[in-house]
């Protein structure tokens, strides 16, 4: 087991544009975790699955922001008409019980 | 609505010495304390968790201690490297809720 992967690592993309990042937990663990970070601040919480289901979301995440779990597996988090507020890292964490494991984080750079 | 504020912002230190980072949290209603490191441009990595009955946890070279009533914790590093140059941050478990909520974190520079 390799950890929480992310991909991309880094996305820069126009203003606008629709973007999609995928992040893949540690295998054995139902609960997945989307934060969003910040030049110089600790990260936000966006959202959060157990299993394929999503049971707590952010008032960070607007209506351009959506999250999917299928198969609790895999995780995809979509912007959709992105603005330049939106670049940021994403980070991705999953968990068993205690503890969190956190990615490496896709950085996106919105021009 | 719960806060944590991470005590100073940055901080330089020559190696070998021993060094205290401080989190306080404005709700003391929480289920556990986490702190973490994170590396330039990279993700966070566990360091010690202290469940809210727990007053402290170690590991090598950290101790975390956990005063919930006082809303603080504090992160101690003995005889600092040069490699444990990073940001170390403090996070909060909230009762009911599965979200951390993180405070901006300690930049710490250990010179050699």
């Known amino acids: 087991d390799t950890g929480v992967s992310q991909n991309p690592r880094h996305k820069i993309t126009k203003r606008g544009q629709n973007v999609t990042f995928r992040c893949d937990p540690i295998s054995e663990h139902n609960r997945l975790y989307w934060y969003r970070q910040t030049l110089g601040q600790g990260p936000e919480f966006l959202t959060y699955f157990q299993n394929e289901a999503q049971l707590e979301k952010s008032r960070l995440l607007s209506d351009r922001f959506s999250a999917e779990r299928p198969k609790g597996s895999f995780s995809t988090l979509e912007i959709q008409r992105t603005e330049q507020g939106d670049s940021a890292m994403y980070l991705c964490?999953?968990?068993?019980?205690?503890?969190?494991?956190f990615g490496s984080g896709t950085r996106l750079t919105v021009v | 609505k719960q806060e944590v504020t991470q005590i100073p912002a940055a901080l330089s230190v020559p190696e070998g010495e021993n060094l205290v980072l401080n989190c306080s949290f404005t709700d003391s209603a929480i289920y556990n304390l986490q702190w973490f490191r994170q590396d330039p441009g990279k993700g966070l990595t566990s360091l010690l968790l202290?469940?809210?009955?727990?007053r402290e946890q170690t590991s090598g070279r950290l101790n975390a201690s956990l005063d919930k009533s006082s809303g603080r914790s504090t992160l101690y590093i003995a005889a600092s490297q040069p490699g444990d140059s990073a940001t170390y941050l403090c996070?909060?478990?909230?009762?009911?809720?599965?979200?951390?909520?993180f405070g901006k974190g300690t930049k710490l520079t250990v010179n050699p």
């Open positions: 996070a909060v478990n909230q009762g009911g809720s599965e979200k951390l909520v």
């Open positions: 964490a999953s968990s068993r019980s205690l503890g969190y494991t």
């Open positions: 202290i469940q809210s009955s727990q």
